[in-house]
């Protein structure tokens, strides 16, 4: 179907996992060095599809720094991908819970808000995200030309390569 060697060879990469695991600073990487065209949480997800659909219609490439939590909201973006004919690659940051409140609780540490605060925030987000959350599986991610998932622990070596995000061994390349 297409000859895709890495996640740098996609037309479109969807980004899924918790907030505040690394998603945004992983895509600020690969923006920099690849031509992309960014999507993020800041619209809805219908203008999202729509954008989507007109980006790749237009051939650029694109990335979804969403959370993407359904598989369902997933195989939108892999429908837009297949209709216009371009490659698509699945990039998950696996996190648990209690990672995802530590990170969301410092975030809204730096805006200010006070410590006893930002953890109940961060505890109502967290499990907001998680009671829908569904987590790829094999089923899904072989619809998709490549499959990378990144450890939250991993994150941090990641961040020296920016070879290792898009051209790296660690990726799962269907045939």
Excluded: W
């Excluded at 598989?71 to 648990?96: D, F, M, P, Q, W």
């Excluded at 006893?116 to 569904?134: L, T, V, W």
């Amino acid at each position: 179907m297409f000859k895709i060697s890495s996640l740098g060879d996609c037309d479109l990469i969807v980004f899924t996992g918790a907030p505040a695991s690394g998603k945004s600073r992983i895509c600020k990487i690969i923006q920099k060095q690849e031509n992309y065209t960014v999507l993020n949480s800041s619209i809805s997800e219908m203008q999202s599809n729509i954008t989507a659909f007109n980006v790749l219609h237009c051939n650029n490439r694109l990335i979804i720094d969403r959370c993407s939590p359904t598989i369902a909201v997933r195989a939108r973006y892999l429908a837009i991908a297949r209709r216009l004919n371009k490659s698509i690659g699945l990039l998950y940051v696996e996190t648990n819970k209690n990672q995802t409140i530590d990170s969301i609780t410092r975030d809204l540490y730096k805006t200010k808000i006070d410590a006893h605060e930002s953890s109940r925030q961060a505890k109502m987000i967290a499990n907001d995200f998680y009671d829908y959350f569904q987590k790829p599986n094999v089923d899904e991610y072989d619809k998709f030309d490549v499959y990378l998932q990144l450890d939250n622990c991993d994150i941090e070596e990641y961040f020296n390569s920016f070879d290792d995000i898009m051209y790296g061994p660690k990726q799962y390349v269907k045939d």
